[in-house]
């Protein structure tokens, strides 16, 4: 069992910066691919991001590549999400997840076996 706490979020201005942090205890965060995903009101789970194990390997869905950047450190058991230029269309409820599979399709939700409880990201225009 793991438990998931995210950090971070907040009020930013369009294209403005947040680092999101998703702290792990319970077991060593190098055990699982870690994914982000964010959810705004009245629509469905969206993935955001994901990394492997080891870090070697990234994932992203198009809106944000070369905006956002996920990254782990194992050592701290940390996971994190930087994000940056910003849009108002990001703004979400952003939750990290963590998967036991060593390869799986890591951009849906079912993947994943345990979550957080969620950082609130909102965007002003």
């Known amino acids: 069992q793991v438990q998931l706490v995210e950090s971070g979020g907040g009020l930013v201005q369009a294209g403005g910066s947040l680092r999101l942090s998703c702290a792990a205890s319970g077991r060593p965060l190098s055990s699982y691919a870690m994914g982000w995903f964010r959810q705004a009101p009245g629509k469905e789970r969206e993935f955001v991001a994901a990394i492997s194990w080891s870090g070697s390997t990234t994932y992203y869905t198009d809106s944000v590549k070369g905006r956002f950047t996920v990254s782990r450190d194992n050592a701290a058991n940390t996971v994190y999400l930087q994000m940056d230029s910003l849009k108002p269309e990001d703004a979400a409820v952003y939750s990290c997840?963590?998967?036991?599979?060593?390869?799986?399709?890591?951009?849906?939700?079912?993947?994943?076996?345990?979550w957080g409880q969620g950082t609130q990201v909102t965007v002003s225009s």
């Open positions: 997840a963590a998967s036991r599979k060593y390869s799986g399709n890591y951009r849906v939700g079912f993947e994943y076996d345990y």
